[in-house]
């Protein structure tokens, strides 16, 4: 990359891009993990994909009242559906509430998505039924687990365990399949409004910090991918934005448009397309 390119002002970048929410998402996300020679080889295509976005805010996906059996169940029954029809472009969404309630209709168009999320779920239940998907052929699988774990009080060395168990056990089960972690995000400190208030604010957000690097460290060891939200996410404080979460733990639209910018530029920039076939 030329230094002509590298010197190419933000603010001529950011006028190509409409969406305040969408720039932060952008500018963060590629500043600090893929620096400014990704940013502007692939200046074009990452501008479409942002215009492509609804200019409204999603609604939230359906929040139902079920047990977590009962849901398990209907995961197990989804996930034989796609194991059946092998759509193309197979991609799992693994993970807690934060990945259950990702709104449909938000998630990027060109993969086929199977969401695999569980309310109140932990890096030791999701441990458990990885099995759920093992006859699905999936080209990515996106993990982000962990902050129940806090909640509950788990030890990070547990939860760190639980991970390097659940890469080796997707590494095994999805031989050719890309598996991405995915950070743990901040959450609103004394801004929260949400019912467990008081459990989010035993647990520093630096804390979550340093276990996000540690995540980054097991990634880098295995050799698969890691993608860095938290600084999307996060204030000047590091706590999550306001206008990012409902409540200081769950998120809002705001908050879904950009994890989903972030999964549309991170698939366009670091995934590679797999063959149909595998």
Excluded: C
Aim: glycine content about 6%.
């Amino acid at each position: 990359m030329s230094t002509s390119a590298k010197s190419f002002p933000i603010w001529a970048f950011l006028s190509l891009l409409t969406n305040g929410v969408l720039v932060l998402a952008v500018i963060l996300l590629f500043l600090r993990q893929q620096g400014m020679t990704a940013l502007f080889r692939r200046a074009t295509p990452v501008t479409q994909s942002i215009e492509a976005l609804p200019n409204t805010a999603p609604q939230l996906g359906e929040r139902h009242q079920l047990s977590y059996t009962q849901w398990v169940d209907i995961l197990k029954r989804e996930a034989e559906v796609a194991a059946n029809k092998r759509p193309q472009r197979l991609t799992v969404l693994a993970g807690d509430s934060l990945s259950l309630w990702f709104p449909q209709k938000l998630l990027p168009e060109e993969r086929t998505w199977l969401n695999q999320g569980i309310s109140g779920e932990t890096s030791t239940g999701l441990l458990k039924r990885l099995n759920l998907f093992n006859e699905t052929k999936p080209e990515t699988i996106f993990v982000m687990i962990g902050i129940n774990d806090l909640i509950r009080g788990v030890e990070d060395s547990k939860i760190l365990d639980n991970y390097r168990r659940i890469v080796t056990t997707l590494g095994a089960s999805h031989p050719k399949s890309q598996i991405v972690i995915q950070s743990i995000l901040p959450h609103g400190g004394e801004e929260s409004t949400w019912e467990g208030k008081q459990k989010l604010l035993a647990i520093s957000n630096n804390r979550i910090r340093e276990l996000n690097q540690q995540l980054q460290n097991i990634a880098t060891k295995e050799g698969i991918k890691y993608l860095d939200l938290h600084p999307l996410f996060a204030d000047s404080q590091g706590n999550i934005r306001s206008d990012f979460s409902t409540d200081g733990l769950h998120l809002s639209p705001q908050g879904y448009l950009v994890w989903r910018s972030a999964l549309q530029l991170y698939s366009e920039i670091e995934l590679k397309q797999q063959p149909f076939a595998q």
